[in-house]
């Protein structure tokens, strides 16, 4: 975000940026994209109801860790079911990338949501 702000540029990208020599990836244009270099945000925009959207990871040479479940890290080049249910939204770490989280008072790591 900084040097989005000092250099000017984009915070909100298609995943096509970061990966372009992967072709699966122009079948997901419209319903993924990649946020602040470093998160890849899954929305469900096809059915509020449908509890289950598949979405394509590319290979970042390492694994896509769930910021919703941060137990669950995915590999790339392969196509998963993400679940939609409840009020949260699919939000990946892309490989090689940090982000600093704050604890709550119960000292559990906050979801984001």
Same mark, same amino acid.
């Given at each position: 975000?900084?040097?989005? /702000?000092?250099?000017?540029? %984009?915070?909100? *990208? +298609?995943?096509?940026? $970061?990966?372009?020599? *992967?072709?699966?990836?122009? /079948?997901?244009?419209?319903? %993924?994209?990649?946020? @602040?270099?470093? !998160?890849?945000?899954? +929305?469900?925009?096809?059915?509020? %109801?449908?509890?289950? #959207? +598949? @979405? $394509?990871?590319? *290979?970042?040479?390492?694994?896509?860790?769930? !910021? /919703?479940? !941060?137990?669950? @890290?995915?590999?790339?080049? &392969?196509?998963?079911?993400?679940?939609? %249910?409840?009020?949260?939204?699919?939000? &990946?770490?892309?490989?090689?990338?940090? #982000? @600093?989280?704050?604890?709550?008072?119960?000292? *559990?790591?906050?979801? #984001? &949501?």
């Amino acid at each position: 975000m900084r040097e989005v /702000n000092n250099n000017g540029g %984009t915070c909100f *990208d +298609p995943m096509l940026y $970061y990966f372009p020599t *992967d072709s699966n990836l122009y /079948n997901e244009i419209e319903s %993924t994209f990649m946020f @602040a270099g470093a !998160l890849k945000v899954t +929305p469900n925009l096809v059915n509020s %109801t449908q509890q289950w #959207i +598949p @979405a $394509y990871f590319p *290979d970042g040479n390492g694994k896509w860790v769930n !910021l /919703n479940n !941060l137990r669950e @890290a995915l590999n790339g080049s &392969h196509t998963y079911q993400l679940d939609t %249910t409840g009020y949260s939204t699919p939000v &990946h770490l892309m490989p090689g990338k940090i #982000i @600093a989280f704050q604890n709550n008072s119960k000292g *559990d790591i906050m979801n #984001i &949501h």
